[in-house]
């Protein structure tokens, strides 16, 4: 993968597509005469349509911030997302949503498509492939470009203009013609190739998110099926703890009776370290499609660790710029994995919060040589008794995992450190709690000067997790809640410590249960957003909203710990898709604009 990212870095320039609003630009002339490209420079052609991987998420981090377009998570910064605009319904024409880079990706793919026979010298056997490869990454493209934007232009080939312009192709037929290409492509690759590319089961995988999210379960589960018992992964899990691991697994303890669940303690907190360990290493098993990152300035990431702690956890810059929220604390089981907890108001949970602060506070006084994290550590085993921190007791293994909630170790950077959240500083991020899951890994460097941590790391894009609680769904719609449902859903919660997930459910009690086992097991990956309208769409959903949809979900004030209002979460019809640019619509006279902008 490392080898794949470098070759996409330096022949960058090699495909020459813009960046640009107006898909239908014109094609540089002459950029890709044979004569003039050795084999070396065709490895790197084939090699640069992997740069528009993601296909939904734009690319592998910016799944963070989709979380913030829905009840998972919030940016507060306009420059860094427009989901605050999206919760709130006050979107524009004038915001991007990446529907220029969609068609970017697709003319890079149209042009390996169509002129890679030029190659003679290259034999036919390899043409093809890297031809299916781009066919795979186009209809990835076109797929995610109809759940953003529903209805858009087709050009399934290359072409210089559109002088009269192009109007809209239905979603409808666009998906069908996505399913149908990826089954044609996903016969011709190998079931092995280069790593970082295309074989026949990440082929199968993008298939299995497309036809879950275009409603057609029954493909979604072959799709799924396939990928599950053929792909060679597995769920990831860690040898053993590291220290930081075992000091923040101490603080959790105190969180859990795991006599009363039944649970053991070594097998839960080892959970814990199972999921999260997902994001610190690179190579991972469970990882079908990922992100590839180098740790330099150059190919790295320093968003990880800066956008997403607050800064009395890192001695370095950090913002937390998208974090998540109270909705999505809430929608984590108790530990026995089927119950939802009972749980205070939200006004009674700023009370409590204020009063166990001004406890904290009021210790420093008597240690005026303590930190804030020295003085929550003196009362840290009374910690779960207090009446604010019973919302966090005996929870599912991945609240622990996924969310730094207030008033939690953290030991990652910096040792010994706890959750503190200081509202009248922007950058402790506008909810009171951080993502854990996500940040840092195991070979983070000082970097830019030594204000920066930077990773390379890679980051996971579609995971084996996703596959089984495609199928889990996909074959619940199709065939109910068997045993074969249980089953996979059953290998998520062994790696993370949990109980099995219950024996026997109704088809609709199972899609409620699964979509938010769903929830809880992808949180902060960028599915969130899609999720939502995908169970909203009464032509997509089986038939079913349940509890998780759009219109039901999108309601309410986001409000952080102590009270202050974020995004006023809103659900309207138009909010189905996003709007076309406004730059587009006046290019194109055959453009119409989506319902409701």
């Not at 740069?51 to 998570?73: V, W």
């Not at 396939?226 to 899990?237: F, K, P, S, T």
């Not at 039944?262 to 997902?278: A, C, D, H, M, R």
């Not at 700023?350 to 506070?361: M, P, R």
Request: hydrophobic residues 35%.
């Amino acid at each position: 993968m490392k080898n794949i990212l470098k070759i996409i870095l330096l022949t960058t320039t090699f495909i020459a597509v813009g960046c640009s609003d107006e898909f239908f630009e014109k094609t540089p002339q002459g950029s890709l005469d044979p004569s003039k490209i050795d084999e070396t420079l065709l490895v790197g052609f084939r090699n640069s349509i992997y740069g528009y991987k993601g296909g939904m998420s734009l690319n592998g981090y910016s799944a963070i911030f989709l979380d913030g377009y829905a009840d998972n998570g919030y940016s507060r910064n306009s420059w860094d997302s427009n989901g605050a605009s999206v919760q709130a319904n006050t979107l524009t024409t004038a915001q991007n949503y990446g529907y220029g880079w969609f068609y970017n990706g697709i003319r890079a793919c149209n042009q390996v498509i169509e002129k890679i026979d030029d190659f003679q010298k290259v034999s036919e056997s390899i043409r093809s492939k890297y031809k299916n490869e781009a066919r795979v990454m186009r209809a990835w493209l076109y797929g995610g470009l109809t759940l953003y934007f529903g209805d858009v232009p087709f050009v399934p080939n290359l072409t210089n203009d559109f002088p009269e312009g192009i109007a809209r192709t239905s979603s409808t037929q666009i998906r069908e013609w996505v399913l149908k290409e990826l089954d044609e492509a996903i016969e011709v690759l190998p079931v092995s190739n280069d790593k970082g590319t295309f074989n026949k089961a990440v082929a199968y995988a993008i298939k299995a998110r497309m036809a879950y999210y275009f409603g057609k379960y029954d493909q979604a589960e072959v799709a799924a099926r396939y990928v599950i018992d053929n792909g060679g992964y597995r769920l990831h899990e860690v040898a053993s703890l590291s220290e930081d691991m075992k000091k923040d697994g101490e603080y959790f303890k105190k969180f859990i009776d795991f006599s009363a669940y039944g649970v053991s303690e070594e097998t839960f907190i080892k959970g814990i370290f199972n999921y999260q360990n997902i994001w610190k290493a690179d190579n991972s098993p469970e990882t079908i499609i990922a992100q590839e990152l180098i740790a330099n300035e150059q190919e790295g990431t320093w968003l990880r660790v800066t956008a997403l702690l607050t800064p009395n956890l890192v001695n370095k810059q950090a913002w937390a710029t998208i974090v998540p929220i109270q909705e999505l604390v809430d929608a984590y089981w108790t530990t026995d994995g089927k119950t939802q907890p009972t749980l205070p108001t939200m006004d009674e949970r700023i009370t409590k919060y204020n009063e166990l602060k001004a406890e904290i506070n009021s210790i420093k006084p008597n240690m005026p040589k303590k930190t804030y994290s020295e003085a929550v550590h003196s009362i840290v085993n009374d910690l779960p008794s207090r009446d604010y921190m019973l919302q966090y007791k005996n929870r599912d293994s991945r609240l622990y995992a996924s969310i730094i909630f207030p008033f939690s170790a953290v030991n990652r950077f910096l040792p010994d450190q706890y959750q503190e959240y200081i509202p009248d500083i922007v950058n402790y991020g506008r909810s009171g709690f951080a993502f854990r899951k996500m940040t840092g890994a195991d070979d983070v460097i000082s970097a830019y000067g030594g204000g920066y941590f930077v990773t390379g790391v890679d980051f996971p894009m579609m995971r084996l997790a996703e596959m089984l609680l495609i199928y889990a769904e996909s074959r619940t719609q199709n065939a109910g809640y068997d045993a074969t449902v249980t089953t996979e859903l059953n290998k998520l919660r062994k790696r993370a410590g949990m109980p099995n997930v219950p024996e026997t459910l109704s088809k609709t009690e199972a899609l409620d249960f699964i979509r938010s086992e769903r929830r809880i097991e992808l949180a902060g990956e960028g599915f969130r957003f899609f999720d939502i309208r995908l169970y909203e769409d009464d032509k997509r959903n089986g038939g079913y909203k349940g509890s998780q949809a759009a219109s039901v979900v999108m309601k309410g004030q986001i409000r952080d710990v102590v009270g202050n209002p974020g995004a006023k979460k809103t659900w309207t019809p138009r909010l189905m898709y996003m709007p076309i640019p406004a730059t587009v619509i006046d290019k194109n006279p055959l453009m119409k604009q989506n319902e409701g902008y």
